[in-house]
């Protein structure tokens, strides 16, 4: 079975030197693509160029809410827009963006989320959306925004009933290495509950490791832990599951 890693900080340094290797054994694993999101200007340059030099890995370019303050709003913006109307090679969605209540100012990320929200949907983009403690907030924007594009709340770990509403808006649930440990019964408790066909499976490595890889050692490579994890916690039978987030992630991304 294929699977694909909707959104992994592959560009990161700690993959210095080790990418080639990596994406050798996660493709033995079965691992077909892995998308790498940009976080912030400084990096979009490096974000393309670790994507283009390997057949497996797409990208997008974004404006990350922890990053906002070390962008000029007008500058930033503008060669987002210039980028996306390009409609580069291999590039498949405007992300990461979002909100963050835990880390930054709230008030300072909300005129840049939107923006992007605003963006996305002027020019057709999906949306790769960080969301920590803030998920209400992120339907809101969506809402006012009139966004009724493709989108993915990468790395949820809020309740159903959030989870639900944003599905309602047409969202994908991006499911990580959370649900592999077992104290995490919410977010646990959330991907048995939701339907499939919300649902996206990510590392977000080297963050979010799963249960059993050192706190920032995370890699595409640990894909199927997720997968077996999500397959242990629903009804469905694998194939259908494997079936179903395939088809969700391309959707997502416009590959089929």
Known sequence: MKLIDAHCHFDFPVFDG?????????????????????????????????????NALYYCLGIHPWYVDEQSSEEALDELERRLRRRPVRCVALGECGLDRVRGDLERQRPWFEAQVVLARDLGWPLVIHSVKTHDDVAAILKSCRFSGRALVHGFSGSFEQASKLVELGCKIGVGGVITHERARKTRSTMARLPLAALVLETDAPDMSPAGVEKGQNSPEYLPRIFDALAALRNE??????????????????WR
């Open 18 to 54: 080790h990418r080639d290797e990596i994406l050798a054994r996660s493709s033995s694993l079965g691992i077909e693509r892995v998308v790498v999101p940009g976080v912030r200007q400084v990096d979009w340059d490096r974000v393309e160029t670790t994507a283009l030099a390997h």
């Open 237 to 254: 039978p694998e194939e259908q599951i494997w079936q179903a987030l395939k088809d969700n992630v391309e959707g997502l991304y416009g």
